[in-house]
Each structure stands twice: as C-alpha cells, then as structure tokens.
C-alpha cells in the first residue's frame, strides 16, 4: 500500500510540473482538473475555470475540429491526430493539441484527457517551408523571365553598337543611340543580376562553412578594387568561430564589401568583423563612406532601386544579399550615419551538431 501511494504521490507530482498544459474534461466537456501549464498557456483563472465547460471559456474553440471531435471522443474507444488552431491571447499563441478519451472499469467514457503544447517551433518550420517554396517558384520566375530576355537584349545591343559606328560624330542621332546603349547597358546587367539570383534562391543549403574563411575567399575576389581604389581593408576575426549553416553565403559577403566600396569612391577604410553569440554567429562590414541618406534608408532593400549612376550597378545586390542570409536563417541589419560611415551586420545560425554513429556528437567542419 507504501509502494501504492508513493506511486500516487509521484503520478500527482507529475501532472502539477509537466511542461506541457494537461486539461481532464468530464463527460459534459467541463473542466475537472488542468495543471499550471495549462492555465499558462490558455491564460485561465483557475477557480472560475473549474466545472466551466472549455468552449465557454474559450470561445474561439467553438466550430474547430477539436469541438467537433468531442462526440465521438466522449462516446468511443479511440483518438484523434493532433491538431493545430489559434488561441486567443495578447501574443497570439499557437497550441497544438492532443486528445484522447479516458475510459472507466467498463470501457465507457468518463472524459476527455487533452495535452497542450506550445507550438512556436512548428510554426516556425511551417514559415520556412512556405518561404522556401515561395522562393524557388520566385527563382524559376525569375529565371524564365531573364533568358526570355537576355537574348533580344544582346541583339539589339548590338545593332545598337553596329549604328554607332556607322554614325559620324556630328550627327544629330548619335546622342539619342548613346542614350539607348546606356539604357540597354543598364538592363543586361539588371538581367545578369536577376540570373544571379535566381541561382541564389534555389540553391541547396550546406551542411555548414566556416565563416573566417568564407569571409577572406570574398575579399579575395574583390582585393583589385581595395587596392584601386585605395581602400584599407581591416580584418578583426574571432578565430574560436563555430561553423554556420551556409545558403551561399559568400554571394551576400561579395554584394555587401562591393557596396562599401562604391560608398567610398575616394577611399577610406573597410572593417569587417566576426563575432560569436550562443547560437548565432555575427559579421560585419563596415565603411567610412558618406553614409545612407535617411530618406532612402526604407528603401534600400527594394528590388531595382539603386542612387548609382545609370551605367553602374543593377539595383538588385542588397536584396540579392539579404535573400541568401534569410535562406541561411539568419537577418540582415544595417546601421548608417551621415558623414561617418554604414555598418551591415549579418546574423546567422550555428550549424547543428551532428550525431556520430557511436552516439556521441561531433561539431561540423568548418
């Protein structure tokens, strides 16, 4: 009888401190008991909440399928799938809910036992999901569109060349065929850069990558223009970096030192730094250039808008960027003041630890 109640001692222990909300409807669909979680999680007082039926209390629940599944819970032997809907609340929580019938000695229905659990993961791989099938349809748009146009863009360019050259100096056409050569300049590369990011939008993540050197491959391909242009580029890298998950990362890094670099046609000074945060991982470029002029900083991440001259840049390189970051699952954040500088931060994940065969787990490479 010791061992019994000890056993019944633990059982009730359990229901007060499980994690998740556990909620026991009588046959009536009234409450009878529901833990602390519980009353968390749907925001119940629980001295009016006890005998109360659940529907009453909450009325959002009403004309869902849990409501409709009382019947046949209250009446038979079985359960049924976990299901997803909204509770009301200030922070518009979602809960997954679990429900099963209790049966007594007789196999008849003395309740229902419901399980809550909060369900922010699951809500968050349902908006990955959806933003990754959102950006490969994107991506194959995009791609359509531009080989639709590359070629008759590169032909008339073309013939656009050949009447230059037929033209003398003085003639009055000249300048109205200049105009349009700089016009068809503009679109090939805005063209070449929606290819660009096409590729970028349904490329495959990487397990992982090691951020010090994703960031030294990209100023590899652009150390011609530091030193044209006489830019001072300072490294501060945090060499105890863990690996991040990787969506094209370097693209991002390329696009956003090329952007410090047109901020600071005269020169100046390019910092890039990284950073470890828990979970995260943080780089940032930085320049000494003019700065973002307030009244354009909402639309910097607008696709084609660009403050470059019409025969430079396509207008498409910022939100190139802050697509692959997203992919990654990371965020991209800039910070500008005028005559001193803008600074883009990249945030992203660590890269999951992966399980050994042994059980053990073993960090990615890097």
């Not at 222990?13 to 026991?24: M, R, T």
């Not at 009878?32 to 529907?55: C, F, H, I, W, Y």
């Not at 922070?91 to 679990?98: G, K, S």
């Not at 500008?336 to 945030?347: D, L």
Request: include cysteine; hydrophobic fraction near 40%.
């Amino acid at each position: 009888m010791e061992q019994q109640g000890r056993h019944s001692v633990d059982w009730e222990q359990l229901f007060v401190v499980a994690p998740c909300g556990i909620v026991l409807l009588d046959v009536h669909a009234a409450i009878r008991l529901l833990n602390q979680s519980a009353l968390q999680l749907l925001e119940l007082d629980p001295e009016a909440a006890v005998g109360k039926p659940l529907t009453d209390l909450l009325p959002a629940w009403k004309d869902t399928p849990f409501s409709a599944s009382l019947p046949s819970l209250l009446g038979a032997q079985s359960t049924f799938e976990a299901i997803d809907f909204d509770l009301p609340g200030p922070q518009n929580r979602r809960l997954r809910v679990c429900a099963a019938h209790v049966p007594d000695g007789q196999g008849k229905a003395r309740g229902v036992l419901l399980t809550l659990i909060e369900n922010n993961e699951v809500a968050t791989l349902e908006r990955r999901l959806h933003r990754a099938e959102y950006q490969a349809s994107i991506g194959k748009l995009a791609r359509g569109i531009a080989h639709e146009l590359n070629s008759p863009l590169d032909g008339v360019l073309r013939y656009t060349h050949l009447a230059l050259e037929h033209l003398t100096e003085d003639s009055p056409v000249r300048e109205y065929l200049i105009h349009v050569k700089e016009g068809l300049d503009r679109m090939v590369r805005a063209v070449r850069a929606f290819l660009e990011f096409s590729r970028q939008v349904t490329t495959p993540l990487t397990r992982s990558a090691d951020l010090n050197k994703l960031v030294e491959d990209a100023l590899l391909l652009v150390q011609h223009r530091a030193k044209f242009q006489q830019v001072r580029v300072i490294k501060r890298f945090d060499e105890q970096l863990p690996a991040v998950v990787d969506g094209g990362l370097q693209h991002a890094v390329v696009n956003l030192i090329k952007n410090a670099f047109d901020a600071m046609p005269q020169g100046g000074t390019l910092t890039i730094t990284t950073r470890a945060g828990g979970a995260h991982v943080d780089v940032d470029i930085e320049d000494t250039g003019s700065g973002i002029p307030e009244e354009i900083r909402t639309r910097i991440f607008e696709p084609f808008f660009s403050t470059k001259p019409i025969h430079q840049g396509s207008g498409l390189g910022l939100i190139i960027a802050k697509e692959v970051v997203e992919r990654s699952g990371g965020t991209m954040e800039f910070s500008s003041q005028a005559g001193v500088g803008t600074t883009f931060r990249i945030h992203v994940p660590v890269a999951p630890v992966e399980p050994m065969a042994n059980g053990t787990e073993s960090h990615p490479r890097r």
